[in-house]
């Protein structure tokens, strides 16, 4: 009988005719990968580019630069939306959704700047939005907050959530490779954004975060009210620090409840060999979640990068011919989770003599440092203090969490 109705199922599988915006790293990569996938019946039909002069490896008719063309196209059901430009993207995400098709998009910035007008559009029109690929590329995390984390109490959940900073700190701190050319390293293999302030300086990190936070524990931020420190300013103190110590330095998203409220933030942050994280290297993301009852639970894949990235994008599609869509399961509960920056994090400051770091700002310090122009102090802080202190965002200070940054 359960065999029956699946096979229905399968039967009834509506072919998928898919209207793409971009042929990037990503967009490529869903046509290599729909074309390895015979199992799904999906054909791209038409895709809008922007650049004219560019040379592209599949042919012209494929190709149209007017939106218009593929959102208003009869045949096409599903639009898939791969560009670069948030704004636009945005754009083309609403118009599709308004005129009730299904979309699937990997644009975390855009999804996180405008979660809530998103929401609103799937609602009204009754439309499906998926992006699995815009969080952590090719690990399933969203659907599995979705479905699987529904009752458990979910306490924290932390994640290495940018491919291309986590590549840099795996080359400089197991390769011995300089920052700059680690960065090049990362933008050549398609890894970075086209703009790579966004992934260094975390920026990346935090939209991805934002859209976990709604589907982990139904807060929809508004991504400027969330602090994200990135590994710009990692220098040679820290990092002679981190190896007399054996521990390595990752780019750490995070919420995590503090009494009833959460505290989410993107900073760098020591990890020892007993870490998950420590073993997470190069383009690899990790996310962590603890709960109540089942503790901690590592989810791990390749978070960047043409084909891993397709592979969500894939998996979205496929997930839209049996109808699914996300129930913002968490939403829903309205379990009325707030933010918050009352707590205390456990901090290793590094500044120049320049700068005047106030051990008046520290609710307790635990070590200090002073050598040739550069200092440090290990201690505790309110998260307020620091992200309202004088020093904080001075280009000569460099911050990075302890292990266990929430004290
Ligand atoms: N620039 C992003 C990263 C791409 O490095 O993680 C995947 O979202």
New binding site residues.
């Given amino acids: 009988m359960f065999n029956k109705t699946l096979k229905q199922k399968i039967m009834e599988r509506t072919k998928i005719k898919i209207g793409l915006f971009g042929f990037g790293c990503v967009g490529k990569g869903l046509y290599d990968v729909l074309h390895q996938t015979p199992g799904l019946k999906a054909e791209i039909v038409k895709i809008c580019v922007k650049d004219r002069a560019k040379k592209r490896s599949i042919p012209d008719e494929f190709f149209t630069f007017d939106r218009s063309e593929v959102l208003n196209h009869p045949d096409i059901n599903i639009i898939v939306e791969l560009i670069d430009d948030s704004e636009a993207a945005f754009e083309i995400v609403s118009t599709a959704l308004k005129s009730g098709k299904g979309v699937v998009s ?1 644009n ?1 910035k855009m999804i996180a700047e405008h979660f809530d007008e998103l929401l609103a559009l799937q609602k009204l029109h009754n439309a499906p939005l998926l992006y699995e ?5 090719s690990i399933p995390i969203i659907r599995n907050l979705e479905e699987y984390y529904d009752n458990d109490l979910l306490q924290n959940l932390s994640g290495i ?7 840099i700190l795996t080359k400089i701190f197991r390769d011995n490779l300089n920052f700059a050319d680690s960065l090049k390293m ?1 933008q050549e293999l398609g ?3 086209s703009n790579p302030a ?2 260094v300086e975390g920026f ?2 935090k939209f ?1 975060l934002t859209i976990l936070l709604a589907h982990a524990f139904g807060i929809v931020a508004r991504p400027e009210n969330l602090i994200n420190l990135g590994i710009q300013k990692i220098g040679d103190l820290e990092s002679r620090f981190a190896r007399e110590k054996a521990y390595k330095i990752k780019l750490i998203a995070r919420a995590q409840k503090v009494g009833n409220k959460i505290a989410a933030f993107v900073m760098p942050q020591f990890v020892s060999r007993e870490n998950n994280f420590y073993h997470i290297n190069d ?1 690899y ?1 990790a996310v962590q979640t603890e709960c109540f009852f089942a503790d901690k639970q590592l989810f791990t894949g390749k ?3 043409s084909h891993p ?1 397709a592979s969500a994008v894939l998996s979205d599609l496929s997930a839209l011919t049996y109808d699914y869509r996300y129930e913002y399961k968490k939403l829903q509960q309205n379990a009325g989770y707030e933010l918050t920056r009352d707590f205390k994090v456990e901090v290793f400051v590094r500044f120049s003599d320049e700068v005047n770091v106030p051990a008046v700002d520290f609710d307790e310090i635990s070590e200090r440092y002073s050598s040739q122009k550069q200092n440090y102090v290990i201690g505790k802080i309110h998260f307020e203090t620091l992200i309202n202190s004088d020093w904080y965002k001075n280009p000569a200070v460099s911050v990075v969490l302890a292990e266990n940054p929430i004290v």
């Fill in positions: 990997a975390k690929a815009a969080s952590c590329a959530v940018n491919g291309s900073t986590n590549y990362a890894f970075a954004e966004l992934d990346d990190a991805k383009e993301n978070g960047a990068g990235t």
